[in-house]
């Protein structure tokens, strides 16, 4: 079956890296993007970017940009998200999303299967 | 910059229908497809609908998406109320290249 399967929780202090992965299988990697999308405790989906497992280009939500980057590594079907210069409000479960699209005229057609979820804790 | 907004609860009793909506903050919300996802505490979000109205397979036929031109809004209505249908529901949508998702809606079936 379709399965998104990611890395464990991650405890890290302020101004540290962190990097989530997101195991793939049961589908063709390269025919769909994944989305990552977080959740603060008790707070809503915010998404973070999106990238394409095809040719790799990544989109980033304006928030982040220049602390995430997002990463595919197709030999082992595999996305990862690297967040930087970590701050105690990036404290959250960090979720990937396999989407579909863009299609031919240039629309996406929404996340249809979610990994666990990777508990990040940002703390001194 | 495109909204999404949804109400912040609804409640309503086992059997009967609820309708929760997702209202665009400008242009039109049919110009991209909306989708929507159930949470259940502690839990990751799964897709209850997809593309304004279809459900993935192992859905229940009881969920059901739409969208109204005329109030640029979505809506997600879920018949024949369960209790496990209690969790938050977010709709999603697409602002150029960016997602975005409504604040969410938490469903109290009681």
């Known amino acids: 079956q379709v399965q998104l399967v990611q890395s464990g929780a991650e405890v890290k202090k302020p101004g540290a890296s962190v990097k989530v992965s997101c195991k793939a299988s049961?589908?063709?990697?390269?025919?769909?993007?994944i989305s990552w999308v977080r959740q603060a405790p008790g707070q809503g989906l915010e998404w973070m970017g999106w990238?394409?497992?095809?040719?790799?280009?990544?989109n980033y939500a304006q928030k982040n940009q220049g602390r995430v980057a997002m990463t595919t590594d197709t030999s082992t079907s595999t996305a990862y998200m690297e967040l930087r210069s970590l701050r105690s409000d990036d404290t959250a479960v960090y979720y990937c999303?396999?989407?579909?699209?863009?299609?031919?005229?240039?629309?996406?057609?929404?996340?249809?299967?979610w990994g666990q979820g990777t508990t990040v804790t940002v703390s001194s | 910059n495109f909204m999404l907004t949804q109400p912040h609860s609804v409640s309503e009793s086992p059997g009967k229908t609820v309708t929760i909506s997702c209202t665009g903050s400008?242009?039109?919300?049919?110009?991209?497809?909306v989708q929507w996802y159930q949470q259940r505490p502690g839990s990751a979000p799964t897709t209850v609908i997809y593309?304004?109205?279809?459900?993935p397979s192992g859905v229940p036929d009881r969920f059901s998406g739409s969208i109204d031109s005329s109030s640029n809004s979505a809506s997600l209505t879920i018949s024949g109320l369960k209790t496990e249908d209690e969790a938050d529901y977010y709709c999603?949508?697409?602002?150029?290249?960016?997602?975005?998702f409504g604040g969410g809606t938490k469903l109290t079936v009681l």
């Open positions: 990238i394409s497992a095809y040719n790799g280009n990544a």
């Open positions: 593309e304004d109205n279809q459900r």
């Open positions: 400008s242009g039109s919300i049919a110009r991209n497809y």
């Open positions: 999303a396999r989407e579909n699209g863009p299609d031919g005229r240039g629309y996406y057609h929404g996340m249809d299967v």
């Open positions: 049961g589908y063709t990697f390269t025919s769909y993007g």
């Open positions: 999603q949508s697409y602002d150029s290249s960016n997602r975005v």
